[in-house]
């Protein structure tokens, strides 16, 4: 997944917003998917905590059966 704060372009400005240095414009949201082209993983990690990109785990779907409380037997 590409995430803008997780891109070597996206710096944060004195905590008061984000700016695309490749684009050269004012980012709005940095924490939805974006689907850019010219996205670069950081080495640094997040812009704001300096944490590295972990993808979720996916889960397995649970199995479940519906209980009768009416036993047709």
Known sequence: ???CR???FCIDI???CY???YFDKILKRIDKVVSCVEF???ELG???TG???KPRI???NMVTQQISLFDTK
């Open 40 to 42: 670069v993983m950081s």
């Open 58 to 60: 996916k889960r397995k």
């Open 6 to 8: 997780y891109c070597t």
């Open 14 to 16: 004195e905590n008061d």
């Open 1 to 3: 997944m590409k995430y």
């Open 19 to 21: 700016y695309c240095t």
């Open 51 to 53: 944490k590295q990109y």
């Open 46 to 48: 997040d812009v704001d």
